[in-house]
């Protein structure tokens, strides 16, 4: 039978050895107003601090979500164009909503070649920037071309994340398990940088629906709610500890790598004169050079 917010409450109550609440939304007791300070579902503006926490610790199978998207370019049309500032590229497009410093990405456009790729750029008005360091060259190809705001440095392109989207698991994984499987990506901000123009997303959802989560999740739950709870409920004040390792046991050992798993580090390949290529590949190591 699926739990509802006020037993998932007094579930956590009971680990403390409190009274149990008639309704979380409207007890007026202090522990239910400790509760609500973390999670209140039916509140005007819901709180769920404790719950994203709970979601965040693990990838659940009943939190788990997938969303396929690409990036969305501005195509350089109708009024806009290609042409020169001081012997620099200027691109003019309306309310092109880039600042001094940005990084854009330029493709497709023809005539001017020069401008495809990766630039930093310098805002002259709200309708017109130029791109650093460029020399401008050539007769634009009217409604050619089209740009997109990348990160700074580093990654080609960053991705919105979903609203709901608590945590990424992987990229563009093909359907692996294995969170550390799939494309690089560091998730800032609410952004996915990654250097991937189309991703498959596997993420973290947040699920509000209370019949919806798993009897694991909610004995887990119950367990975080108590450790937030316990400094304010009478004669448990030193068990705050105590419940958040039975709810880091409940969720072990995700919920140890759940920071690391925000992004997967790019990996290094060897030299090609490294001993361990040698060894995989049957060959012998003479001090630099390999011979196979």
């Avoid at 909503?97 to 940005?102: R, S």
């Avoid at 990405?105 to 020069?114: F, L, N, Q």
């Avoid at 560091?186 to 629906?209: F, S, V």
């Avoid at 030193?238 to 790598?257: D, I, L, S, W």
Wanted: negative net charge.
């Amino acid at each position: 039978m699926a739990a509802t917010a006020t037993e998932i409450a007094n579930l956590a109550i009971a680990h403390l050895g409190g009274r149990a609440l008639t309704d979380l939304a409207t007890d007026t007791s202090q522990q239910a107003a400790s509760l609500r300070k973390w999670y209140n579902p039916t509140a005007g503006t819901p709180v769920y601090t404790a719950l994203d926490e709970a979601l965040r610790a693990h990838p659940w199978n009943f939190a788990t979500m997938r969303k396929r998207q690409t990036i969305t370019y501005l195509s350089l049309s109708g009024g806009s164009a290609v042409t020169t500032l001081g012997g620099l590229i200027k691109i003019t497009y309306t309310a092109h909503g880039l600042a001094n410093g940005d990084r854009a990405y330029i493709k497709d456009v023809e005539g001017v070649t020069a401008a495809n790729g990766q630039w930093y750029v310098t805002r002259i008005d709200a309708d017109n920037f130029t791109l650093d360091d460029s020399v401008f060259a050539g007769t634009y190809t009217a409604s050619t071309g089209k740009f997109v705001l990348i990160p700074a440095f580093d990654w080609d392109f960053q991705h919105t994340a979903p609203t709901d989207c608590l945590r990424p698991i992987s990229i563009n994984a093909g359907g692996g398990q294995n969170e550390d499987a799939g494309a690089d990506f560091q998730y800032e901000k609410g952004m996915l940088l990654t250097d991937e123009e189309t991703i498959n997303l596997k993420y973290i959802q947040r699920i509000t629906t209370v019949a919806s989560y798993p009897a694991d999740f909610v004995t887990a739950f119950s367990f975080l709610l108590a450790a937030y709870i316990a400094s304010d409920t009478s004669g448990a004040s030193g068990k705050a500890t105590e419940m958040r390792q039975f709810f880091e046991k409940a969720v072990v050992p995700p919920v140890k790598a759940r920071d690391a798993n925000e992004g997967k580090a790019r990996r290094i390949p060897p030299f090609g004169d490294s001993q361990i290529v040698a060894a995989r590949m049957g060959g012998y190591w003479f001090g630099g050079v390999t011979d196979y």
